[in-house]
C-alpha cells in the first residue's frame, strides 16, 4: 500500500532570501500569487494524501495563521522545530505520530506533481528502506548530487565543492518509519542533523535499499531572491492560478480595478483589491498582489509586487521583487537587467534582477534603484536618492 501520510518540512528561513525572509518564513514567500507553500500541499492532495504533517519553526505563526487547522480538506498536524538544526531534526519532531510509511516533502519548493505519484509508485511496488525523487539538473551541486546504478542510490553528495552536474535531489522522499531511528543514531557535526546524511548512511553503509525515481517533469527551488522571478514563470506557464482569466494568460480578481486604458501584457496576475491606474503598462511576467496599486503611466514588466505595495505614477520597475506594504514612489525607476548582486559577503555574478525591496520601506519619488541592488525591510528613503548598494534593514536616507 502506498503512503498515505506526507510530512511537509517547513522549518527554515532561507537566509539566502534575505531581506525577503525577515518576517516570514521561506515557503511563505510569493510563487505568482500565493505562497511557495500552497503549490506543495496542491500536489501531495493530488497524490491522494489527506493526512498532512507540517513541520514549523522559523516564524511559524505565519504558517499557522494561513493555513489553521485543515487545507482544501486535508488535515493538518502542526509540529514545532524549535531550533533550525537542519532538515533530519526537522522530520524528528513529526516521529510520535507517524507509525507507517510516509512521504516527506521540502516545503520550499515548485515540482510537477508527478514527482510525488512516481516516488509514492515506487515505493510501494517495490517497498525499500527509502526512495527519492531525481531529476536531471545542471544544477545539481547546489542541491545535491545523486549517482544512481540500476535504479539503487549508491552515493549522494549535498551541496560538493565541485561544479557537478547530472542527477538532481528534488527534496521529494518516501520512508518507512525506521529511517527515525536512523536520524536519532547519526553523528551531529556542530550539532545539525541533514537527511540527506541519513540517506547516505542507510545508501552506502547498510544494506538496505535506498531507490531513485527519475521523472522528466519539471522542478524548481527559490534559492535566492532572483529565483522568486522564475518561479512565477514556472507558475504562469502552468497556470496555476487563482484568479479568474479574463484574456489568453491574464488573470485579474473580480474586485480589482483595472482603468480601461491600462494595458495588461500576459503572463499577468492581479489580485483581490488591487488597482491599475490610467496607462499603466503590466506585464508581461508579472504578479500585482492582494491590495496592491499600481499608478498612473507606470511601467512594470517581470516584477512580482507584494500584497499591499504600491508603485507610484510613472514609475519603471523591471526584474523586480517587492515585499509587503512597499511604497516606491512616482517618477521612481528600477532598470532591470543583469547584474552581480551581493548577498552577505559573497557576490553572485550576472543575475537578472534589478532590485529587492522588503516589506514596509519607502522610497520617495524620483528614486534611482540601480541594478543588483537589495534593500532592507523597514528602509526610509527620501526623495531623489540614487541608491547604488545594498541597503541593512531601518536604515533612512537623507
Not at 44 to 68: T, W
Not at 95 to 114: C, K, L, T
Amino acid at each position: 500500500m502506498a503512503p498515505q501520510t506526507a510530512v511537509v518540512l517547513a522549518g527554515g528561513e532561507g537566509q539566502r532570501l534575505r531581506p525577503l525572509t525577515r518576517n516570514r518564513p521561506k515557503p511563505m514567500l510569493p510563487a505568482a500569487n500565493r505562497p511557495i507553500i500552497e503549490y506543495v500541499l496542491d500536489a501531495i492532495i493530488e497524490a491522494g494524501i489527506s493526512d498532512i504533517h507540517l513541520v514549523v519553526g522559523y516564524k511559524r505563526q505565519r504558517v499557522q495563521s494561513h493555513f489553521g487547522p485543515t487545507y482544501q480538506n486535508a488535515d493538518l498536524t502542526y509540529h514545532t522545530q524549535e531550533k533550525q538544526l537542519g532538515s533530519g531534526h526537522a522530520l524528528l519532531q513529526a516521529r510520535d505520530e507517524i507509525d507507517e510509511p510516509f512521504v516527506a516533502i521540502n516545503g520550499d519548493q515548485i515540482a510537477d506533481p508527478a514527482l510525488i505519484t512516481d516516488v509514492l509508485d515506487a515505493h510501494d511496488r517495490n517497498e525499500p528502506a527509502a526512495t527519492l525523487s531525481v531529476v536531471d539538473s545542471g544544477k545539481a551541486a547546489q542541491y545535491g548530487v545523486v549517482t544512481l546504478e540500476a535504479g539503487h542510490v549508491t552515493h549522494l553528495r549535498e551541496q560538493p565543492r565541485d561544479d557537478s552536474t547530472g542527477a538532481l535531489n528534488a527534496g521529494i522522499y518516501a520512508f518507512t518509519p525506521g529511517i527515525f531511528e536512523v536520524l536519532d543514531t547519526l553523528p551531529r557535526p556542530s550539532g545539525m542533523l541533514s537527511l540527506t546524511a541519513a540517506i547516505s548512511h542507510l545508501a552506502e553503509e547498510t544494506e538496505q535499499t535506498v531507490q531513485g525515481v527519475k521523472s522528466d517533469g519539471f522542478w524548481i527551488d527559490a534559492t535566492f531572491p532572483w529565483d522568486l522571478l522564475a518561479v512565477a514563470r514556472q507558475v504562469y506557464t502552468m497556470e496555476w492560478i487563482n484568479e479568474p482569466a479574463v484574456d489568453s494568460h491574464v488573470w485579474v480578481a473580480e474586485s480589482a480595478t483595472v482603468h480601461p486604458s491600462a494595458t495588461l501584457k500576459g503572463p499577468v496576475v492581479v489580485g483581490p483589491d488591487a488597482e491599475i491606474g490610467a496607462g499603466a503598462v503590466v506585464g508581461p511576467a508579472a504578479t500585482i498582489g492582494g491590495n496592491a496599486t499600481v499608478g498612473a503611466n507606470a511601467v512594470l514588466t517581470n516584477a512580482l509586487i507584494d500584497d499591499g505595495s504600491r508603485v507610484g505614477a510613472n514609475a519603471t520597475v523591471v526584474d523586480a521583487i517587492f515585499g509587503q506594504d512597499v511604497v516606491f514612489g512616482p517618477n521612481s525607476v528600477i532598470a532591470g537587467g543583469e547584474h552581480d548582486v551581493r548577498i552577505d559577503t559573497q557576490v553572485y555574478p550576472n543575475h537578472e534582477l534589478g532590485a529587492v525591496i522588503a516589506d514596509r520601506s519607502q522610497l520617495g519619488g524620483g528614486t534611482t534603484v540601480c541594478g543588483g541592488v537589495l534593500i532592507g525591510s523597514g528602509v526610509q528613503v527620501q526623495d531623489g536618492e540614487r541608491i547604488e548598494t545594498n541597503v541593512a534593514d531601518g536604515v533612512e536616507l537623507r
